[in-house]
């Protein structure tokens, strides 16, 4: 088990770091989050295509960059923290890793894998944000006959942002995953509490759909939503991170009663706490990106329900205590920090919750409910 | 113009190293040898902690294969040198020493401090002087004629004294500079006539820790560690080293206070409801959290010393313990009431494993405040780490005999 950064991996933060860095400063987000143009979609393609983030967990021969969990890791910590409006999460972990799931030997799978790593197209998996892994296979859409889909799935991330949707959809011939393209849906984003990544309600009425080929579609919807459940955890400490240093950055510059108000010892004691909290939940981060990347499927669940458990808590924990030792400035539309707040609690909720990951790690760790 | 490259393939790799244990079974057969003479034959092969120099138990190699010698010894059935017993000298004494001895003080104490043939206590805290350790008073006088010091003073809360052969010591040789200024670290021998220990009954009922009042103790200048003067910096890496050796332990899995827990829980339907079910489940998260932050801090350090992170690591470690073993007290119910022994002994090393919740609970307390308080390990990461300002502080400049008491 690796817990640190490779130096590629060190490499590639830093990479994603200057362009965000150059292209999504704070202004930048705050302007956008109200437009009608929720997404950089020149960030987007300049990350997914020339950095080639899209195709970060697509093997080479799919035309992907055969990188693991661990790198896709780094790059959302650093899309955490600088809340980047870009489908990263849905299209490139999300829907890649549940066509990673299905048969890749099959010409549509590889295919669409190829598009969306080259960053021609982009994708969302229909189903609800705050679907978490372990969950029953979704029977909110059906296919008939001629595979035609007919529901309607809520609450679907970065749907707004795509061209393709891989759907689950219950057919005559039991589950199965769908593709569809965006626009013979009805995509309607919605105004959710997390500013920065969007939410759509997805309805089909008999839209046209090809079924993609999977030996066991459940699975492989369950594997991506372990896959990015365990990811999510890095982007919670991208968020933790940044509000601990910003807020440290704050109170080392903001004098009250003739002092630097970070050099009160209920505030350092707080702070200390927190760094405390950030490390911890980097180094359960660290262990479920690294466990995803080796492939032990009970390992990889067991280390991503622990990340879970850990990193949702301290990323609303951190964020909740950038608002409250900024002060007035904290509370405002203008500082930056709300973003956070709001990433954090919603990230709380999608891919299941702390108390839901703790009771998936019951049985994998014998702890039998009483 | 001198050849600088490295040899290649000179630093000791897990092959190099296994056949070096298979060598070493070999000459010593652990099912025969004494364990006393197989301890030593292991320090002399280099086997003892790998990363130490060669001729001082190591073989200059990175600490992680430690890990390879102990899981080929253990398999083998060789004896280990009690780690519980000689915590304080293995965590303590020997990183300082290795770090600020003499070659010959390394050579004359690393090797019995290893076997456990020389136990370590550590003679650090003192009545008047805790989390500000450097106002110490004890007095260490130099005798013009002989050179050796004269060491008068009282030191408490000392663990192992009762047991020990050796202590780290660090007294006060100049109360004319400011506090930091005026210490100097000895290796104090615990059998000199002006040495005396008594033992101070903790809350658990037993003496794990002792008073230590030391009257004209004779320290031969040999037996200084470091410049005169220059005690507190040794010190720190003392305190460095000591947050890592409470904090930062390679657990498997389940390995802490998380154990007994996990097993009440699993071993006795009986105690289970719906509610301490999430919070046990809570307590094994951060258990395993504990367990990983740990293992990276230890990655990160394979190479260097240890950072203000084990400080981190310490205050992870005592939250976590006390946690746990409140909740474990809390799901035994009824038998949480019953208290195994409150007999008042001398422990020849502490066990947190060995006895009930209770003592495990009682025990835990004592994590928050040896080595440095919580509220110390704040304002330490808080300012060393966060670059935070300092605690306003009037003792910085001022002589140490003018503070004000
Ligand atoms: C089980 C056990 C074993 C020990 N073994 C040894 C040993 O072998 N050798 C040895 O030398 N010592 C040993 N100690 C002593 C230990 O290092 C000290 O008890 C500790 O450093 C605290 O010092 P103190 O007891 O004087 O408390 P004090 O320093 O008086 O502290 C009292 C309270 O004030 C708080 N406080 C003090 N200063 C500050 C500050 N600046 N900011 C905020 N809060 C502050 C403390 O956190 C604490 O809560 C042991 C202690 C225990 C409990």
């Not at chain 1, 809520?154 to 959809?169: G, K, R």
């Not at chain 2, 113009?1 to 298979?22: F, I, L, N, Q, W």
């Amino acid at each position: 088990m690796n817990l640190l950064y490779s130096d590629v991996e060190d490499d590639l933060r830093t990479a994603v770091r200057d362009v965000l860095a150059d292209r999504c400063p704070p202004e930048a987000v705050l302007g956008r989050i109200e437009s009608e143009l929720p997404y950089d979609t020149g960030l987007w393609k300049l990350l997914a295509a020339e950095l080639g983030l899209a195709g970060l967990l697509v093997p080479e021969h799919l035309g992907g960059q055969g990188a693991s969990a661990r790198e896709a890791a780094v790059v959302l910590e650093e899309l955490g923290s600088a809340v980047a409006p870009v489908p990263f999460l849905g299209s490139a972990v999300l829907a890649t890793s549940a066509l990673l799931g299905c048969d890749t030997a099959d010409g549509t799978v590889a295919a669409l894998l190829a598009r969306l790593a080259a960053g021609e197209a982009t994708a969302a998996l229909a189903v609800p944000l705050s679907g978490a892994p372990g969950a029953p296979f979704p029977g909110s859409v059906t296919a008939d006959s001629e595979g035609r889909l007919t529901g309607r799935v809520t609450s679907v991330a970065d749907a707004f942002a795509a061209d393709v949707l891989v759907v689950p959809a219950g057919g005559p011939q039991g589950p199965g995953l769908y593709e569809v393209a965006a626009a013979d849906a009805a995509v309607e984003r919605f105004s959710s509490l997390d500013l920065t990544r969007p939410l759509s309600d997805v309805t089909f009425e008999a839209a046209p759909a090809r079924l993609l080929p999977a030996a066991d579609p459940a699975a492989a919807l369950d594997g991506a939503l372990l896959t990015t459940a365990g990811l999510l955890a890095s982007e919670q400490v991208g968020v933790a991170q940044w509000c601990l240093d910003e807020t440290v950055g704050h109170l080392k510059q903001r004098h009250q009663f003739g002092r630097v108000v970070g050099g009160f010892q209920s505030l350092k004691h707080r702070l200390a706490d927190l760094w405390l909290e950030v490390v911890s939940a980097r180094a359960a981060a660290r262990a479920a990106a690294d466990a995803l990347a080796a492939g032990d499927h009970l390992e990889a669940a067991l280390a991503v329900h622990v990340a879970q458990a850990t990193a949702s808590s301290t990323a609303v924990h951190a964020a909740e205590e950038a608002i409250q030792l900024h002060g007035g400035i904290g509370m405002t539309w203008e500082h930056p920090a709300h973003l956070r707040l709001k990433r954090a609690k919603a990230d709380e909720l999608a891919l299941g919750t702390p108390a839901r990951h703790r009771a998936a790690l019951s049985p994998l760790v014998d702890l039998p409910p009483a | 113009m001198a050849e600088s490259h490295p040899t290649p393939g000179k630093d000791p790799d897990a092959s190099e190293v296994r056949r070096r244990v298979a060598e070493l079974l070999a000459a010593y057969d652990p099912a025969r040898v004494p364990r006393e003479k197989f301890l030593r034959a292991r320090f002399d092969a280099g086997l003892a902690w790998v990363h130490f120099p060669e001729g001082l138990g190591g073989l200059g190699a990175p600490r992680a294969l430690q890990a390879v010698v102990d899981a080929e010894l253990a398999a083998a059935g060789a004896p280990d040198n009690d780690p519980r017993r000689i915590g304080i000298g293995l965590g303590m004494a020997a990183p300082t020493i290795l770090r600020y001895g003499t070659e010959e003080q390394k050579r004359r104490f690393l090797r019995p401090l290893w076997t456990g043939e020389e136990v370590w206590c550590q003679l650090f805290s003192e009545p008047g002087a805790g989390s500000d350790l450097a106002g110490l008073r004890t007095r260490a006088v130099r005798e013009p004629d002989s050179g050796d010091w004269i060491v008068d003073g009282q030191k408490v809360w000392t663990s192992s004294a009762h047991l020990a052969r050796w202590a780290i010591l660090i007294a006060r040789t100049d109360p004319d500079v400011p506090k930091h200024q005026g210490i100097t670290y000895f290796l104090c021998d615990m059998t000199d006539p002006g040495v005396e220990v008594r033992p101070l009954r903790q809350i658990t009922g037993e003496a794990e820790f002792n008073e230590v009042f030391l009257t004209g103790v004779r320290i031969p200048d040999a037996h200084r560690l470091g410049a005169i003067g220059d005690g507190w910096r040794v010190a720190q890496a003392t305190l460095m080293n000591e947050r890592v050796a409470i904090g930062g332990m390679a657990l498997p899995r389940e390995g802490g206070m998380i154990g007994p827990l996990a097993a009440a829980w699993r071993e006795r339907p009986e105690l289970r409801t719906p509610e301490l079910h999430d919070r046990v489940l809570s307590a094994w998260v951060a258990a395993e959290v504990v367990r990983l932050s740990a293992e990276r801090v230890r990655q990160q350090m394979a190479a260097g010393a240890p950072g203000p992170e084990g400080s981190g690591l310490k205050l992870a470690f005592a939250r976590l313990n006390q946690h746990v073993s409140g909740l474990e007290v809390e799901l035994m119910g009824e038998e949480g009431l019953r208290y195994g022994d409150w007999t008042m002994v001398r422990p020849e090393s502490v066990d947190f494993y060995g006895r009930d919740a209770g003592y495990r609970y009682l025990r835990a307390k004592g994590n928050s405040i040896e080595g440095g308080t919580s509220e110390i390990l704040r304002n330490i990461i808080a300012e060393r780490v966060l670059g935070l300002p300092a605690e306003p502080r009037t003792d910085k400049d001022v002589a140490w005999k003018d503070l004000p008491r």
